[in-house]
Every structure is written in C-alpha cells, then in structure tokens.
C-alpha cells in the first residue's frame, strides 16, 4: 500500500498558511508551516517523550513524602502540558483523565498514596493510547479530497436537498485520499444513486415502492419517460431547456451504472487510483449540475 493508508491519528499541513521553520509547533493552534514530515515526526516524538518524564518527576516527589510533594505551580505545569498534549492528540478521555489527577492533586484530602496510583493508571493509559497509534501522510494532492471533496471537485457544497449525495462523496473523497480506491468508487457510485432518488421526487415520480427501494434501472427508466412528456408540451424556451438539462443529466447517470456502479457493487472489479480519480471527477460534475438545476 502507498502513503495513502488508513491511520487512527492524521496530522495536516497547509503551505498557503506557511509559516516559518524556526516557529513551527505542531501542537499550536495553527499547526501550519514549511516543515520537512521528518520534522513533523521529530516534533511529535519530543513533545510524546514528555509526557511520561513529567509524570515520573511528579510521582517520586508524592512517593518521598510532603517534603518533596509538588506544589500547586508545578502540578499544573507539569500535567498542564500532559493534559494539553492529550487534548491536541484528540486523546479526550486521556485528558480528562489528567484533569481529574490535577483537581484531586490540590485536594486537601487526597493522600499521597491515591496521587501516586492515580499518576500510574495515566502513565500506563497513555502508554497504551501511543502504542496504538497510527500516523498517515497523506500526499499532497489528495489533501482537498480528504477535507472536502464536495468543494473540491464540484467548487462549492451541493443543494441541501442533495445533502446524502454530498456526504457520500465526501467519504468517497476520504477513501481515495487513504488509497482505498474501490472503497471511493463504491462511494461515489452511492452518490450518484442518492441523487437519483432526488431527481425522480423533483420530477414528481411515483413508484409502488418508496423511491429509495428501487433500483438504478428502474430510477433512470422512469426519468427518461419524462422526457417524451416534455416533447409533447408545446414549444418555449423552458420547455426547451427542461429537455436539455434533464438529457445532460441522464446522460452521466446510466452511464455510471454501466461502467463503474454494477461492477464495483457486484465485486466484479477492484480499482486503481487513477481509475478511482476519474470516477470522482465525472461523478463531481454531474453532481454539480445537477446541484445548480434542482
């Protein structure tokens, strides 16, 4: 598998938001800069190293008695950063996990016995939390298309009656991003058919069966026969362009069915990147018109 895999922890960089390399910090609220990805990992593995070293510091000062004790200042930088760290992970629980040491350390009636156990339990969760995960670099090119393939390939959001097609695209977008190339067909191939759905209920379409139960053929029959309706209704220029939009639309559609959506939802055939991309490219201007003609 490529650079493109599937991973539990995702770190992203924007150039256009660059800033210089001697100010880079991924762990601030702009975590953007011109930063070689071997920086980024040197970064991430210093500020991951501090975590436990701030824990011990604190756990032998409650394991040598109220003399050695941290003091309120030193609790909270110390697991203020674990806490911080935690949080710009997206580790949640691990944070709150921290929180609730940090409120029991400055409790009058905590022993120093529960502090140090409680400190342990962190240790050990977070050293299970970084043992699992996962980073993926995701290559430049398919940034868009892991944050918003909507926007990317269509130029804007869709009409919000469209908006399961939409979310099916975005996860198709998502898939390819992380290599996943028939996963994105697949995807992309559910948008297309959502939107049939759409299409047939803008039309006034009915069915013995709710829309959403029948299938591709079915939907894309039933459409075309508005077509010969349309014909017969006298000449205008809506008329006119009714007949043009609806062609233009149907046209992409049973096609789709054709060439990708039978095969990949029948197994018949695994994609590649490049065949993937296609597919999301014509899929995005069809969605984009039809977006802009409903």
């Given at each position: 598998?490529?650079?493109?895999?599937?991973?539990?922890?995702?770190?992203?960089?924007?150039?256009?938001?660059a800033?210089?390399l001697?100010?880079?910090?991924?762990?601030?609220?702009?975590?953007?800069?011109?930063?070689?990805?071997?920086t980024?990992?040197e970064?991430?593995?210093?500020?991951?190293?501090?975590?436990?070293?701030?824990?011990?510091?604190?756990?032998?000062?409650?394991?040598?008695?109220?003399?050695?004790?941290?003091?309120?200042?030193?609790l909270?930088?110390?697991?203020?950063?674990?806490?911080?760290?935690?949080?710009?992970?997206?580790w949640?629980?691990?944070a709150?996990?921290g929180?609730r040491?940090?409120?029991?350390?400055?409790?009058?009636?905590?022993?120093?016995?529960?502090?140090?156990?409680?400190?342990?339990?962190?240790?050990?969760?977070?050293?299970?939390?970084?043992g699992?995960?996962?980073?993926?670099?995701?290559?430049?090119?398919?940034?868009?298309?892991?944050?918003?393939?909507?926007?990317?390939?269509?130029?804007?959001?869709?009409?919000?009656?469209?908006?399961?097609?939409?979310?099916?695209?975005?996860?198709?977008?998502?898939?390819?991003?992380f290599?996943?190339?028939?996963?994105?067909v697949?995807?992309?191939?559910?948008?297309?058919?959502?939107?049939?759905?759409?299409?047939?209920k803008?039309?006034?379409?009915?069915?013995?069966?709710?829309?959403?139960?029948?299938?591709?053929?079915?939907?894309?029959?039933k459409?075309?026969?508005?077509?010969p309706?349309?014909?017969?209704?006298?000449?205008?220029?809506?008329?006119?362009?009714e007949l043009?939009?609806?062609?233009?639309?149907?046209?992409?559609?049973?096609?789709?069915?054709?060439?990708?959506?039978?095969?990949?939802?029948?197994?018949?055939?695994?994609?590649?990147?490049?065949?993937?991309?296609?597919?999301l490219?014509?899929?995005?201007?069809?969605?984009?018109?039809?977006?802009?003609?409903?």
């Amino acid at each position: 598998m490529s650079s493109r895999a599937i991973a539990t922890t995702i770190f992203e960089f924007d150039a256009s938001q660059a800033a210089p390399l001697d100010r880079f910090c991924p762990w601030q609220e702009s975590p953007y800069g011109l930063v070689d990805p071997r920086t980024m990992i040197e970064a991430l593995v210093e500020d991951l190293t501090k975590i436990c070293p701030n824990l011990d510091e604190l756990r032998l000062g409650w394991i040598f008695g109220k003399q050695t004790a941290p003091g309120i200042e030193e609790l909270e930088l110390k697991l203020g950063a674990v806490i911080s760290i935690c949080h710009t992970l997206g580790w949640k629980d691990l944070a709150n996990q921290g929180l609730r040491l940090l409120d029991k350390s400055k409790s009058a009636d905590s022993s120093l016995e529960q502090l140090k156990a409680l400190g342990a339990d962190l240790r050990e969760a977070i050293n299970e939390k970084v043992g699992s995960v996962v980073v993926a670099v995701i290559e430049e090119p398919d940034t868009a298309l892991f944050k918003d393939a909507t926007r990317h390939l269509c130029g804007t959001s869709l009409h919000r009656d469209l908006a399961v097609s939409e979310g099916e695209f975005n996860l198709a977008g998502r898939a390819l991003a992380f290599g996943l190339s028939t996963a994105a067909v697949y995807h992309s191939m559910r948008s297309v058919e959502a939107s049939l759905h759409v299409l047939a209920k803008k039309l006034g379409i009915t069915f013995t069966a709710p829309v959403e139960l029948q299938d591709w053929a079915n939907l894309t029959g039933k459409i075309k026969t508005e077509i010969p309706i349309l014909e017969k209704q006298p000449r205008s220029k809506y008329r006119s362009e009714e007949l043009k939009c609806l062609s233009a639309l149907l046209l992409p559609a049973d096609c789709f069915r054709l060439v990708w959506r039978n095969h990949v939802a029948h197994a018949r055939e695994s994609y590649e990147y490049e065949e993937a991309r296609k597919a999301l490219t014509y899929v995005g201007d069809y969605l984009r018109d039809l977006s802009a003609t409903i």
